[in-house]
């Protein structure tokens, strides 16, 4: 090294960096790419089997890498999957405990005002 030159100085961790130059990475591990399809992560995994053992509608497209956390895709990669799969994927649903339980009580009543009257000794 030249007398008089410094070194670089080297980023703290934290610190902001610049902005990246070249093309944006929008990548996706299987949590991300089930959520872009609107299914479980097991139906995803499903669905990518079924694939893999030439059984599926549509070609599943293969992750940009495999690392120890999962299969990595680009997130263009699903979106276009989503897009040429020809039947709208079933909604993943989540309830609470308290919808659950809202939910129950209406079919309870729903089905009681359905059963026949036991004890009313005539017809209405």
Known sequence: MPHGSQKPPVPRIGAPQPPR???KLDLVGLAEAAALLAISKAAFCERRG????GR???RFPEPVAALACGPIWLRRQIVDYAGGYHCAPKQAVYE??????VRLAALDL????LRP???SGGRR
């Open 56 to 58: 599926g509608r549509a």
């Open 21 to 23: 130059k070249g093309p």
């Open 96 to 101: 609470t405990e308290h919808e659950r339980r």
């Open 50 to 53: 079924r694939s893999a053992r």
């Open 117 to 119: 009257r036991e004890a």
């Open 110 to 113: 729903v089905l009681t005002a």
